[in-house]
């Protein structure tokens, strides 16, 4: 078992990464930290994707020398993936970022417990 | 009728277009404008739902025109275009009753930006329901999650803004969780496309090694979505995000958003992974017990509530539990009564979500329990309103909710597991149950006046007639999918035979 982790060591890794960002996700109590969590994760979603695209000694899909032969050439899909992927991670940080400087000009504390108990207290209910 | 094709395409990419549109425009003429766009788009998915009835095929769209295992496609069938005919009337009347909340609830310079959202959830809408390929099912996901993270925000007290932060906290882990799925599933298959992808699963499935790699990724991918539609344990960000935000985004999103989740996760069942391989992996059990906890703790939670929304939230928890036990239970019955049941569901707690801040106007703007004390007797058409939701709730005949639970009966006979039946039944039994005792505590609650507050003046007062019209088409809506229920599932039956 643990040789074919060996052989897929790209993907064991990515993982790993994708373990580290979700847990940091789901258990930190700090904003920032939780936001670096997620970004870890999509990362490793990220290399999984590149890796399994990649094929040693192949080269990219674009036809410089005539040769259109498929088996010379890696899959293009998961770098186009990845890219996508990357866009709406980026989006995602920046709304996350935005609202985690709302929620600190408000409150003046990134950890979310304490942002709990302040807005409970404040009872803006309607 | 070769026009038809590119309707669907057409749905999302002007909604992507009517959102820019409407950074620019005013607050009262994007408002006037998003109001007349989605009357334009239900005629549109109107007849798309025509078109598919009456020939009985499916409208594919390729992008680009390539061919099928490279490109990327969009389709409609019946049962897509059924329920965005459905999601378009629940816009539009979320949108009529609640224009004057959005107007007091939101700084004047963002209305507009407010308009713009709903017009990019539209789209991602609309692109989750035609979309035939699990990566722009990913994307359009995403969009999804942020359009509606927008719509919590644009109410700028903390609250909201907490809500929105974990209702985004959660939403992320759902769709890094689904990512990973669709990323595995890919790697499995080497499609993203979902019938050459059933295919291909269905060829793997045979090798029992493949089998168990296929069901870890269904497995993942069936977390995610379920962590973003709120199905028990991941319930919890749903009464703060429905009860603090503006009433259209609520009942947008308890409604219709995180429906559109269930939606694409029927979908993938259906039509990526093909039902006869999904029913042997053990994930069936899992949502069926997950489902049936979720009804219980839903609505046990629902009556510790001391906020009329934050029970409506939660009840809209255990509604998520009922349709996952329809998934569980399995087999086209099953998937029929969970279906129905995000159809009653919509057009019932949109309904209540509409109708709880009328109550609370005549109550000194508060949402508590002990406030709203014979609030019906001087809102009698919000009162109203309330009662035709909780009647059809709790499951009384005549209304889409008790249709909906003879469905997820019947589907538990259909089952042919013993146990299942039991299951099903004693659940269904306990929830109605519940849900019986805090929506009857509730309408007693509003209908009763022990301290003679109620006096004749103060009751023309609240009477608006124009803002009943929506209400009477959710209601008329409710009894028609009571009444004449039989149009619905024939509907959805064929529909979902076109999917498989």
Same mark, same amino acid.
């Given at each position: ?5 060996? =052989? ?6 990515? =993982? ?38 990649? =094929? ?38 920046? =709304? ?31 | ?6 309707? %669907? ?58 061919? !099928? ?15 965005? &005919? ?36 539209? #789209?991602?809408?609309? #692109? ?7 990566? @722009? ?29 974990? +209702? ?8 890094? *969780? ?34 168990? !790699?296929?069901? *870890? ?15 028990? %344990? ?7 995000? +429905? ?6 985004? #609520? ?6 958003? @995180?429906?559109? +989740? ?6 993938? +069942? ?11 992996? %053990? ?5 069926? &017990?997950?489902?049936? !906890? ?72 508060? *949402? ?29 005949? *005549? ?102």
């Amino acid at each position: 078992m643990f040789e074919n982790l060996l =052989i897929n060591y790209e993907e064991a890794a990515a =993982i790993i990464l994708f373990g580290i960002g979700f847990t940091m996700l789901l258990f930190h109590q700090n904003l920032i930290k939780k936001l670096i969590g997620m970004n870890i994760m999509d990362t490793g979603v990220f290399l999984f994707l590149a890796s399994m695209g990649y =094929i040693e000694g192949r080269k990219p899909p674009i036809i410089v020398d005539g040769v259109t032969d498929p088996a010379r050439y890696i899959n293009p899909v998961p770098a186009g993936l990845v890219l996508t992927g990357i866009v709406v991670s980026v989006s995602v940080t920046a =709304i996350m970022l935005s609202l985690t400087i709302r929620l600190y000009k408000r409150y003046h504390t990134l950890n979310l417990d304490e942002i709990y108990t302040l807005s409970v207290h404040s009872m803006e209910d309607r | 009728m070769d026009i038809i094709r590119n309707f %669907p395409m057409m749905t999302v990419i002007l909604s992507l277009f009517s959102g820019s549109l409407c950074f620019v425009l005013k607050g009262r003429t994007a408002r006037y404008y998003t109001l007349f766009y989605e009357v334009f788009l239900l005629i549109v998915c109107s007849a798309i739902l025509w078109y598919t009835v009456t020939t009985g095929t499916a409208v594919t769209y390729p992008m680009g025109e390539f061919p !099928a295992p490279w490109g990327n496609e969009l389709r409609a069938g019946i049962l897509e275009a059924l329920l965005a &005919v459905l999601f378009m009337v629940i816009m539009i009347v979320s949108l009529l009753a609640g224009y004057r909340y959005i107007d007091t609830d939101l700084d004047e310079s963002k209305v507009n930006l407010y308009y713009a959202i709903l017009n990019l959830m539209t #789209a991602s809408l609309m #692109a989750i329901l035609w979309t035939n390929d699990l990566f @722009s099912g990913y994307v359009f996901l995403e969009i999804l999650t942020l359009t509606s993270c927008g719509s919590l925000i644009v109410r700028e007290i903390g609250r909201t803004t907490l809500a929105a932060v974990r +209702y985004m906290i959660l939403n992320l882990l759902g769709s890094g *969780l689904f990512l990973l799925g669709v990323v595995l599933l890919y790697d499995l298959t080497g499609h993203l496309l979902m019938v050459p992808m059933q295919e291909t699963i269905a060829e793997m499935a045979q090798d029992p090694r493949m089998f168990m !790699a296929l069901t *870890l990724s269904t497995g993942v991918l069936t977390i995610g979505l379920s962590i973003k539609s709120g199905l028990f %344990p991941f319930h919890f960000w749903m009464p703060d995000s +429905y009860s603090w935000s503006t009433p259209t985004s #609520a009942s947008i999103l308890s409604s219709l958003v @995180s429906k559109a +989740y269930i939606l694409l996760l029927i979908k993938i +069942y259906y039509r990526a992974i093909g039902l006869d391989v999904f029913e042997q992996m %053990p994930i069936r059990e899992i949502l069926l &017990v997950l489902g049936i !906890a979720g009804m219980i703790v839903g609505s046990l939670q629902a009556m510790h509530a001391d906020n009329i929304n934050r029970m409506v939230a939660f009840s809209s928890a255990a509604q998520v539990g009922y349709i996952f036990m329809g998934m569980g239970i399995g087999g086209i019955a099953g998937y029929t009564a969970a279906i129905f049941h995000i159809m009653a569901h919509a057009v019932t707690k949109s309904m209540l979500f509409l109708t709880t801040p009328r109550l609370a106007e005549v109550s000194d703007n508060s *949402l508590l329990f002990k406030k709203l004390e014979a609030s019906a007797l001087r809102n009698r058409d919000a009162g109203l309103a309330f009662l035709v939701g909780s009647l059809s709730m709790i499951g009384i005949p *005549l209304f889409a909710g008790f249709t909906s639970k003879l469905q997820f009966a019947l589907a538990g006979v259909e089952s042919g597991s013993h146990v299942k039946l039991v299951a099903v039944m004693l659940a269904l039994a306990a929830s109605s149950l519940l849900n019986a005792v805090y929506f009857m505590r509730t309408l007693i609650r509003i209908y009763s006046d022990p301290r003679g507050t109620v006096s004749k003046a103060n009751i023309r007062q609240h009477h608006r007639p124009l803002y009943n019209i929506p209400m009477v088409v959710l209601g008329g809506l409710n009894l028609f999918l009571g009444l004449f229920s039989w149009v619905a599932i024939n509907l959805i039956t064929q529909g979902l035979k076109m999917f498989g």
